[in-house]
């Protein structure tokens, strides 16, 4: 099967493939999730990751306050996409 047939049957390509890194990231480490959740700019340039988020992504995730857990982040994070479009 070819990646456009397998994307099609799928839905879309990701569109937010380093949102997607972020949030595994911090899921698998709390420490960045603490950090994500406190002070999301800090974490975003921290050296010890990498991550190509574009200015409006990063608008995004700042935008994202009083989350309880990086689970309620991801849920506000990705409501704030749709609204996006």
């Known amino acids: 099967m070819e990646n456009a047939d397998l994307l099609a049957r799928l839905?879309?390509?990701r569109r937010y493939?380093?949102?997607e890194r972020l949030i595994?990231?911090?899921?698998l480490n709390p420490d960045l999730a603490?950090?994500?959740l406190s002070d999301p700019a800090a974490a975003l340039d921290l050296p010890e990751y990498v991550f190509r988020i574009s200015p409006a992504e990063r608008a995004?995730?700042?935008s994202i306050q009083g989350a309880?857990?990086?689970y309620?982040?991801?849920s506000?994070?990705?409501e704030a996409i749709q609204q996006r479009g």
């Not at 595994?24 to 899921?27: K, N, R």
């Open 60 to 62: 995004l995730i700042l």
């Open 68 to 70: 309880s857990d990086i």
């Open 34 to 36: 603490t950090r994500l």
């Open 11 to 13: 839905g879309s390509a």
């Open 76 to 78: 506000r994070l990705h």
């Open 24 to 27: 595994c990231a911090a899921a």
């Open 72 to 74: 309620e982040f991801a």
């Open 17 to 19: 493939p380093d949102l």
